[in-house]
């Protein structure tokens, strides 16, 4: 297992168009994170499962956002009905659960989204 | 609410020296505190990570400390190379509602000149 793994490393959209990421997290890590980051800012959450269940959603994942983690292993990033605002650098991450040796957070490369 | 400040917003020295970059937060109660580096364009590479019972991590050139009573971490890197010019990003992980997700800074852009 070589860490995170990301797909598309790149998006380019027309506006109103749907788009769906991919995240495969290190494979023991039943912790998946997802974040926005724009242009000169740190990261942003924006929600989080614990194997398949997601348990945690950010104010910043509107009706627009779904996400989803079957079987506890990959997980999707839906976005419908782009809008320029959603232009973003979106990251995943996994670790393993509080409590556990190292519960370092691994990131993956990452998705660039350009709504145009 | 977790709030991450980092300090300066940017640096740029030249090759050889010392430096040290700050980060602050509002909540002590943390479950750790981890640094990363960010490349211009890519994903966070984990660079050290802190448990909140532990004072300091060294890797290398790179050491972190960690302050928790004052809200405080510091990354030491000695002898900068050009090669350590990227984005060097603070994130806390609060115990709050079990998520343990991270609260970023907005990072240090640090430009080490050859």
């Known amino acids: 297992d070589t860490g995170v793994s990301q797909d598309p490393r790149h998006k380019i959209t027309k506006r109103g168009q749907n788009v769906t990421f991919r995240c495969d997290p290190i494979s023991e890590h039943n912790r998946l994170y997802w974040y926005r980051q724009t242009l000169g800012q740190g990261p942003e959450f924006l929600t989080y499962f614990q194997n398949e269940a997601q348990l945690e959603k950010s104010r910043l994942l509107s009706d627009r956002f779904s996400a989803e983690r079957p079987k506890g292993s990959f997980s999707t990033l839906e976005i419908q009905r782009t809008e320029q605002g959603d232009s973003a650098m979106y990251l995943c991450?996994?670790?393993?659960?509080?409590?556990?040796?190292?519960?370092?957070?691994?990131f993956g490369q990452g998705t660039r989204l350009t709504v145009v | 609410k977790q709030e991450v400040t980092q300090i300066p917003a940017a640096l740029s020295v030249p090759e050889g020296e010392n430096l040290v970059l700050n980060c602050s937060f509002t909540?002590?109660?943390?479950?750790?505190l981890q640094w990363f580096r960010q490349d211009p364009g890519k994903g966070l590479t984990s660079l050290l990570l802190i448990q909140s019972s532990q004072r300091e991590q060294t890797s290398g050139r790179l050491n972190a400390s960690l302050d928790k009573s004052s809200g405080r971490s510091t990354l030491y890197i000695a002898a900068s190379q050009p090669g350590d010019s990227a984005t060097y990003l603070c994130?806390?992980?609060?115990?709050?509602?079990?998520?343990?997700?991270?609260?970023f800074g907005t990072g240090t852009r640090l430009k080490v000149l050859a």
């Open positions: 994130a806390v992980a609060g115990q709050a509602s079990g998520t343990y997700k991270y609260i």
């Open positions: 909540d002590s109660a943390i479950y750790n």
């Open positions: 991450a996994s670790s393993l659960p509080p409590g556990q040796m190292n519960t370092e957070a691994f």
